[in-house]
């Protein structure tokens, strides 16, 4: 069955810079999208950004638009969300969701997506 897997959360300082990773398993073909989404204490579940199976469309979120980068590797299963110029607000659970690419479309809602990792947590100090 398919498994996703988070990873790369930690304890940052605002301006800062983390890389989460996403393995995934499972899936015969690399025909799925990938999203990152984030919740806070006390919020619902949020949108960050999302690539499509070649890795050539990525989609993001307005707030961390020229912050956070997107990206995979299909030889490794792996999708990487590289975020820089951190800012309190971004502290939250990241998680990583997959689904079955099925047109040319950007997943950015979370019940568009099958499966979740766990996820990470990205803690953010002032």
């Known amino acids: 069955q398919v498994q996703v897997v988070e990873s790369g959360g930690g304890l940052v300082q605002a301006g800062g810079s983390l890389r989460l990773s996403c393995a995934v398993s499972?899936?015969?073909?690399?025909?799925?999208?990938v999203g990152w989404f984030r919740q806070a204490p006390g919020e619902e579940r949020e949108f960050v950004a999302t690539i499509n199976w070649s890795g050539e469309n990525t989609y993001y979120a307005d707030d961390v638009k020229g912050r956070f980068t997107i990206s995979r590797d299909n030889a490794k299963n792996t999708v990487h969300l590289d975020m820089n110029s951190l800012k309190s607000e971004d502290a939250a659970v990241y998680y990583c969701?997959?689904?079955?690419?099925?047109?040319?479309?950007?997943?950015?809602?979370?019940?568009?997506?099958?499966?979740w990792g766990q996820g990470t947590q990205v803690t953010v100090s002032s």
């Open positions: 969701g997959t689904t079955i690419q099925t047109g040319n479309y950007f997943y950015t809602e979370d019940w568009e997506y099958e499966h």
């Open positions: 499972g899936y015969t073909f690399n025909n799925y999208a």
